[in-house]
Antibody
Framework: QLQLQESGPGLVKPSETLSLTCTVS??????????WGWIRQPPGKGLEWIGS???????YYNPSLKSRVTISVDTSKNQFSLKLSSVTAADTAVYYC??????????????WGQGTLVTVSS | SSELTQDPAVSVALGQTVRITCQGD??????ASWYQQKPGQAPVLVIY???NRPSGIPDRFSGSSSGNTASLTITGAQAEDEADYYC??????????FGGGTKLTVL
């Protein structure tokens, strides 16, 4: 059974860079059938797609965050990572990683990691 | 602002049928996927594609689509179905986008 687990600091200072890693177990991140994505959810609010990556390294970012986001993949460790620079309090959220599957006419995120709360505060 | 619009809140009596809707232009071309999120938990996929349920999702959950509207129907709602529900599809640029979410209350 495929499982994803986010890891990284739970507290980041304003203007610094948020860094998270998602470790995939029970399956290969190098599968040609899937993408891998990051989604966040501010406290009490809805879900926001941050970006996605293919095992080859091709990336796709939310235009509203593109200037600050970098997603990378390490196939040797079965991990992919998120970096978000110049963070502010507005970046405080639960950050999820998830597998993204695509087929004709649709795509879906499944499964999801449990999520990790990142608070931006001095 | 989201390109997918959901009603903020919906309620249903225990055992009755409820439809949760999601509107957006991209839904004329792409199916929506639907996620259930209970407090303090990660979202869980309940419907994807035309009307596909992942393993373990009860068959009381179903999906449909017409024009610019996708719907998630729960037939015979149970107390454990009380949760937030999010739709997901593509925006005008082809990127993933989520609806604002619908809080379902089971009375």
């Amino acid at each position: 059974q495929l499982q994803l687990q986010e890891s990284g600091p739970g507290l980041v200072k304003p203007s610094e860079t948020l860094s998270l890693t998602c470790t995939v177990s029970g399956g290969s991140i190098s599968s040609s059938s899937y993408y891998w994505g990051w989604i966040r959810q501010p406290p009490g609010k809805g879900l926001e797609w941050i970006g996605s990556i293919y095992y080859s390294g091709s990336t796709y970012y939310n235009p509203s965050l593109k200037s600050r986001v970098t997603i990378s993949v390490d196939t040797s460790k079965n991990q992919f990572s998120l970096k978000l620079s110049s963070v502010t309090a507005a970046d405080t959220a639960v950050y999820y990683c998830a597998r993204l599957a695509a087929a004709a006419g649709t795509w879906w995120f499944d499964p999801w990691g449990q999520g990790t709360l990142v608070t931006v505060s001095s | 602002s989201s390109e997918l619009t959901q009603d903020p809140a919906v309620s249903v009596a225990l055992g009755q049928t409820v439809r949760i809707t999601c509107q957006g232009d991209s839904l004329r071309s792409y199916y929506a996927s639907w996620y259930q999120q209970k407090p303090g938990q990660a979202p869980v996929l309940v419907i994807y594609g035309k009307n596909n349920r992942p393993s373990g999702i009860p068959d009381r959950f179903s999906g449909s689509s017409s024009g610019n509207t996708a719907s998630l129907t729960i037939t015979g709602a149970q107390a454990e179905d009380e949760a937030d529900y999010y739709c997901n599809s593509r925006d005008s640029s082809g990127n993933p986008v989520f609806g604002g979410g619908t809080k379902l209350t089971v009375l």
